[in-house]
């Protein structure tokens, strides 16, 4: 099924100088190969080591590493930190969703059905608002565990191969979007059925999603180097083109202020986008091809894993009043 489309204007986009506090490195062990990160309630700050097959967790403070083996034939590629408090990866080399205890280190794995797909090539993961965890897998398949009674689910999803970046609202929904697919879906937590939300840029590969406040869905579009945003209050889109003459946009966030951050492949950078003055902030990286694939944070804070270079970024930044 299909949902009917407003679509808004496209907006131009404008670039001004960033205002960062402070931009910091943290060099990583050789080879973990940091795919996602994500911050913990206590400011430690997890990433998936996707070559090496381990959790890591750094100290921001003492820029110590430590690093957790997740099992045999482990590739995490997606970490988030659920409402308990806890980081939670998927796990491609497992096929299985995994949760690393913070404080005993002890390992929790939930494997896949083997009869539904022998290697979902699972890619990242969201809570909803009854503490269930749904994921996706780019092998054409989204899912739902809950972690309380083991069950896991999983559904085909629209237009076959795909799914990439999944994200929670503020009200406890579910919204994935398709890199090949290139389509926003909303599932319904109750039967798992995908409603497909089409965006306006046809192939535009729309590879990752984040909610703001509002419960709005900000995309990262990778072929068309757009973000876009699709309001189900209004049903209405509206998208910007990043700055730059090739525009390669990977990783989306949006942090509590609602300011949308992004990272452009083109640039080797991470772009801040304020909606309410629709201009753009670079933050490029200090070492070539720095390979961003996911950035997360908290107030004050974008935390960035880059996997090219091998080191986890930290911008800590202050809102723009002009």
Known sequence: ?????IVLAVAAAALVPANAQES????????????DVAVGPGGEVWYSGQNHGIAGKLNPTSGAVERIALGTNSAPHGVIVGPDGA??????????????????????????????????????????????????GQSGIYGRLDPATGDIKVWDAP?????????GTPNGDIWFVSLAGSYLANVDLATGAATVYEPPTRNQ????????????????????????????????WKQWKLPGERPRTYAVWVDPADKVWLSDWGANAIVRFDPATEKFESFPSNRKS?????L???????????????????????????
């Open 1 to 5: 099924m299909r949902c009917l489309l």
């Open 24 to 35: 910091r490195y943290y060099d990583l062990p050789s080879g973990d190969y940091p795919h």
């Open 87 to 136: 980081p939670w990866f998927t796990d491609g080399g497992q096929n299985a969703i995994v949760r690393v205890d913070p404080a005993s280190k002890a390992i929790r794995t939930w494997p896949l059905p083997s009869g539904r797909t022998s290697y979902a090539n699972l890619n990242t993961a969201a809570f909803d608002g009854k503490g269930r965890i749904w994921f996706t």
């Open 159 to 167: 237009k076959g191969a795909g799914p990439y970046g999944i994200t």
């Open 205 to 236: 590969g729309a590879r990752r999603v984040w909610s703001d406040s509002k419960g709005r869905l900000w995309i990262s579009e990778w072929n068309s180097g757009n973000v876009s945003v699709y309001d189900p209050a209004g049903k209405g």
């Open 290 to 294: 720095s390979g961003v694939r996911q």
């Open 296 to 322: 997360l944070g908290r107030k004050g804070e974008t935390w960035i894993a880059e996997s090219g270079t091998e080191r986890i970024r930290l911008i800590r930044h202050v809102a723009r009043t002009d």
